[in-house]
């Protein structure tokens, strides 16, 4: 059964930090993966779409990489602003299942 | 403008009392799919739908329904709600999710009293 990571729960960086976000996954049969963002109460607005044969993807100070050998997924943030302030959850996607599996978040808060 | 809509956004609801949520897509999506997200364990997948007429069950299906029977809509469906259904419900969408990305709705929050 596929089980996905967030490490770590939360963070707290002062602004302009450059910073790294960890997702692990078990199972490494995965079609792609999916960074999201969730502001409190909030609906999920996806933020990169990696798939399966891709190394990494960049959108603006994003930039997502996936290793699917080692089950490792990360996104670095640069220059850190305080409107990055809000829980960042990865999902990866199961063709054989249709499943869409999300780890449990990182909840990142920057400080002015 | 491409959206996913979701409704009703807030419902309290007494147990046993049928109800439906209606989820929306206008981006002719293939996919569509439901999830519940609870504190603590995350978002979790009900029932998703590869394309009309097409539903199968997620990680956690137990007490809820779903139908398909056009392209854009994608109703939850709950016969006799429970308490442990109170929770943050998300509808999402995508053209094919093995390649494109999931859209999601705003959310309806649900209490079950």
């Known amino acids: 059964k596929q089980e996905v990571t967030q490490i770590p729960a939360a963070l707290s960086v002062p602004e302009g930090e450059n910073l790294v976000l960890n997702c692990s996954f078990t199972?490494?049969?995965?079609?792609?993966l999916q960074w999201f963002r969730q502001d409190p109460g909030k609906g999920l607005t996806s933020l990169l779409l990696i798939q399966s044969s891709q190394r990494e993807q960049t959108s603006g100070r994003l930039n997502a990489s996936l290793d699917k050998s080692s089950g490792r997924s990360t996104l670095y943030i640069a220059a850190s602003q305080p409107g990055d302030s809000a829980t960042y959850l990865c999902a990866v996607f199961s063709g054989n299942t249709g499943k869409l599996i999300f780890g449990q978040g990182t909840t990142l808060q920057v400080k002015p | 403008e491409a959206q996913v809509t979701q409704n009703p956004r807030y419902l309290i609801t007494v147990t046993g009392k049928k109800l439906t949520v209606t989820c929306s897509q206008n981006?002719?999506?293939?996919?569509m799919s439901w999830y519940r997200q609870d504190p603590g364990l995350g978002l979790r997948q009900i029932y998703y739908s590869m394309n009309v007429e097409v539903t199968d069950k997620g990680d956690v299906p137990e007490g809820y329904k779903v139908s398909r029977k056009e392209k854009r809509n994608f109703p939850l469906i709950l016969e006799s709600p429970s308490p442990n259904q109170t929770s943050l419900y998300f509808c999402a969408s995508s053209f094919d999710p093995g390649t494109n990305e999931q859209f999601f709705g705003p959310g309806t929050r649900l209490t079950v009293l």
């Open positions: 981006m002719n999506h293939e996919y």
């Open positions: 199972d490494s049969a995965i079609y792609n």
